[in-house]
C-alpha cells in the first residue's frame, strides 16, 4: 500500500506542516490511514498525527471526517464530552501524493488492547460502568446535540486516555509487539503469560531499584478511574444524510441494518450493548459464521434470537431483505431449531457471574437490546439507569481483596 495513491511512508524524525509536527513512532493504521506518535513543537505536547491515503476516494473521506471532527470539537469546547478533539489538519506532499493529515489528540490503548490485556476473561463491573458512562456522555452528545451517527462503535475505537509519558512508557514497550497482533503471532495462553512474567519483574525490578515503574504498572492495570474517548468518525453520519446502506462492523450490527430497514441513532446503542458485554465477559456478544445452507447474517439473526427471544414477526417480514432470512411467518428460513438461553442464566452458567450482578446487568443491557430499534432508550435515558451507581458484589470482593494487598505490601516495607 505504500504507493502512488496509498500511504506515505514516515520515518521517526520526519517533520511535518513546516517543522511544527515530529514523528516519533507509529501508533496504528486503519484501512485509509496510519496513525503516528507526533511530538508538537508549538504546544510543546504530544499528539496522535493521522496521515491518510492520498487517492481521491481516501481525500474525500479524510475531508468528511474532518467536517464530522471540527463540528464534535467546536461543539465541546470545555472537552467533556468524551469524544477525541482535532487539533490541526493540513496537506502533506510526498512522493506517494497528497495526503490530508489531521491532528488528534494523543490518547492511549484501546478497549480491545485492554480486553486483550485480561486475557479475553472480561473486565470487572465497576471498571465496566465506568467505561459505559463515558461512551454513553459521547454517544448523548453525537446524538442529541450534534445528529451525528458514529456507525463503527466497538472497544476498538474506544481509546482509553493516555496517563503516561509516551516517550518512555515502559509498560506500552513491552505490550506492543506482541499485542500488535496477536492473531497473526498465534498468541496463547502461555505466551500472554510470558508477557505478564515480563511485566512483573520489569516491575519488581522497578520497586527495588526505586524507580517510577511499578505504580505506573499498577495504574496502567488497576486504575480505578477508567476514562476513555470515542475515536474514528471516518464513517460518521448525520442522521438525515446516511450515505451508506451496510453500516457497522459485523459483531456490532444492528439487526434493522441486516434486514434494511432504515437505521439511526439506536443502532450506535446496539453495537454499545454489544460493547458492553464483551467488555464484562471477554467475549464477543454475537460472533455471526456461515455454514453449510446457510449464510452468516442468518447465523447472526439466530444468535441474536437464541439470547435475546424470537424476533416479533412484524420486524422480521418487515425488512426491504426480510425475504432472504425469514418465512412469511417470521421463522428463519435455513435454520430451524433454535437454542434460546436467557442473558442472566448466559453470564451466570458460562461467566460465572454471581446470581444478582448478573441480574442487575441484564436489566441494563436487554432493553438496549429491544429488537425494535425505536423503542431502544436513548443514551441520555441509559444514562439515569440505577445500574451506572451501583456496586457491585463482584467489586465489593475486588476491594477487600486489593484491601488484603496493601495491607502486605506495608508488612513488607515495615
Ligand atoms: P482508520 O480510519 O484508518 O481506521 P483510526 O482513526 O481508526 O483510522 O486509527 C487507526 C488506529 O490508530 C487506531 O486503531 C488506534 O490504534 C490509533 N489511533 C487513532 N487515533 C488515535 C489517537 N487519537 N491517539 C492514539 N492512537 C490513535
Ligand atoms: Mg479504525
Redesign the pocket.
Known amino acids: 500500500s505504500y504507493r502512488k495513491g496509498g500511504y506515505h511512508a514516515v520515518r521517526i524524525g520526519d517533520s511535518f506542516a513546516a517543522g511544527r509536527y515530529i514523528a516519533q513512532r507509529k501508533?496504528?493504521?486503519?484501512?485509509?490511514?496510519?496513525?503516528w506518535?507526533a511530538y508538537d513543537t508549538q504546544s510543546s505536547k504530544y499528539?496522535?498525527l493521522?496521515i491518510?491515503k492520498s487517492a481521491e476516494h481516501f481525500a474525500q473521506a479524510a475531508l468528511h471526517?474532518i467536517e464530522v471532527l471540527l463540528s464534535i470539537t467546536n461543539g465541546d469546547p470545555s472537552n467533556s464530552k468524551c469524544v477525541?478533539r482535532l487539533i490541526d489538519h493540513f496537506k502533506h506532499s510526498g512522493p506517494n501524493g497528497q495526503h490530508l493529515c489531521m491532528v488528534?489528540?494523543?490518547?492511549?490503548?484501546?478497549l480491545?488492547?485492554l480486553i486483550r490485556f485480561r486475557r479475553y476473561k472480561g473486565i470487572e463491573l465497576n471498571k465496566v460502568r465506568e467505561i459505559c458512562k463515558c461512551v454513553l456522555i459521547a454517544l448523548d452528545y453525537l446524538h442529541r446535540e450534534l445528529g451525528i451517527i458514529h456507525t463503527d462503535l466497538k472497544p476498538?475505537?474506544i481509546?482509553l486516555l493516555?496517563t503516561i509519558n509516551p516517550a518512555k512508557d515502559p509498560i506500552r514497550s513491552a505490550l506492543t509487539p506482541i499485542l500488535k497482533r496477536p492473531e497473526a503471532s498465534g498468541l496463547n495462553g502461555r505466551s500472554m503469560s510470558m508477557v505478564e512474567k515480563r511485566l512483573k519483574s520489569r516491575a519488581r525490578r522497578a520497586s527495588i531499584g526505586g524507580e517510577a515503574e511499578a505504580p505506573k504498572l499498577a495504574k496502567s492495570m488497576d486504575g480505578i478511574n477508567l476514562r476513555c474517548?470515542v475515536?474514528?468518525?471516518?464513517?460518521a453520519c448525520w442522521a438525515d444524510k446516511p450515505f451508506a446502506d451496510e453500516i457497522q462492523t459485523r459483531q456490532y450490527r444492528a439487526p434493522e441494518v441486516i434486514l434494511g430497514s432504515g437505521y439511526s441513532f439506536p443502532a450506535d446503542m446496539w453495537s454499545f450493548a454489544c460493547t458492553a458485554f464483551e467488555l464484562a465477559t471477554g467475549d464477543m456478544m454475537f460472533a455471526p459464521k456461515g455454514g453449510k445452507g446457510f449464510s452468516e447474517d442468518e447465523d447472526h439473526l439466530a444468535l441474536m434470537m437464541e439470547l435475546l427471544g424470537k424476533m416479533p414477526k412484524k420486524i422480521a417480514i418487515g425488512g426491504a431483505r426480510s425475504k432472504d432470512y425469514f418465512d412469511r411467518h417470521g421463522d428463519l428460513k435455513r435454520i430451524r431449531r433454535l437454542k434460546f438461553r436467557p442473558l442472566d442464566r448466559f453470564l451466570v452458567d458460562k461467566y460465572k457471574f454471581f446470581e444478582n450482578d448478573a441480574r442487575e446487568f441484564v436489566g441494563f443491557l436487554c432493553p438496549i437490546l429491544d429488537f425494535a430499534p425505536e423503542k431502544r432508550p436513548t443514551a441520555q435515558q441509559c444514562l439515569q439507569h440505577p445500574w451506572l451507581n451501583v456496586k457491585s458484589s463482584h467489586q465489593k470482593e475486588m476491594n477487600v481483596q486489593s484491601n488484603v494487598k496493601v495491607g502486605m505490601a506495608n508488612l513488607k516495607i515495615n
Open positions: 501508533l496504528g493504521w486503519g484501512h485509509f490511514s496510519t496513525v506518535l499528539v496522535a493521522k491518510q471526517e477525541v488528534l489528540e494523543f490518547l492511549g490503548d484501546s480491545l488492547r476498538e475505537n481509546l493516555s474517548k475515536v474514528d468518525f471516518g464513517n
